[in-house]
């Protein structure tokens, strides 16, 4: 047995809870009687069934993922490559929007011993965001800081912003705007080059990663598992970044439990760099659905040396 997750993310791939229960249903009576251990030609077969559905595939691929390291004895990262660290330094989130909240929450996860951050603005003015950016900024000097808009901003509103909080201590700034558009991130970019930008909703392919490079549009990049289709597509992309240079972000989705979140800690432990951090969520569900959902330790989180995901369903 190999457990899968992937979480809905209609603005990021299209999907959503039903659409990927149909094509996970449309794509498994395929994948019945292969070898669980050859998951490129799983890959290959669901590409050749069904187009994108790229979370729905992620949820399959981790769960042969699973199969083939519990039936090996191995990790999954043994089965992605050669692992080049033990433990992920891990991304904070700062997101309520309010000031006080988030100063007090700032406050506290600096006091819990996490050394990298990321501000949700995107929700207010860029006056306001930006006010409160620098704010955060001043409790957490001397740490890894971001902001993440989630395509909340005009590029016009985004300039706005990144000018605003010039000399603030932020190092990057995630998203700005609508995913596709890399001309208004390279516009972005340019306006503010003291402040790395970053891709997210843009990166759906290796093509996206090399696109940002070339339009100097993104100096990084937030990969997910639900967005390249699996691990392995993961694995690739962040090969591709560290040859050109470009940061890079593990990240789940907001809402994934231990399922997905080991999935992604199994990634950031065989990848040549993930000088941006690591973005896991579990912690953020009220119950999660493991019966000892992944352990973190002072803003960090210790690779899992337990056959397949090492993770066990309650």
Known sequence: VGWGEAGAAPMHTGET??????????????????????????LAAMDGRMYGNHGAKAAIEIAL??????????????LLGDRKRSRMVLLAIVGSGDLDGDLDDAKKKKAAGFTAYKIKVGIDTPEND???????????????????????YSTERAIDYVRAVKGSGLDFFEQP????????MAAVAAAAPEI??????????????????????????????IKLG????????GKLCDSLGMNVNISCKTGESSVACAAALHV?????????????THSGLAEDVTAQPIRTDKGHADSIDRPGLGIEVD
């Open 17 to 42: 809870v039903e659409s990927m229960t149909a094509a996970v249903q449309h794509l498994s009576p395929h994948l019945v009687g292969r070898d669980a251990n050859d998951i490129g030609g799983e």
């Open 65 to 78: 993922y699973d199969l083939a390291g519990r039936a090996a004895g191995k990790p999954v990262h043994a």
């Open 130 to 152: 930006a006010a409160r950016t620098r704010a955060i900024c001043k409790i957490l000097s001397g740490l890894l800081i971001s902001a993440d808009a989630n395509q909340g």
């Open 177 to 184: 705007v609508i995913g596709h558009d890399l001309a208004g």
């Open 196 to 225: 790395a930008i970053g891709a997210d909703e843009g990166i759906h392919s290796l093509a996206d990663i090399r696109r940002h490079r070339e339009r100097k549009a993104a100096r990084g990049v937030s990969l997910k598992a």
């Open 230 to 237: 699996g691990l392995r597509a993961v694995v690739e992309a």
């Open 268 to 280: 950031a432990s065989v990848i040549p760099n993930i000088a941006w951090g690591l973005t896991l």
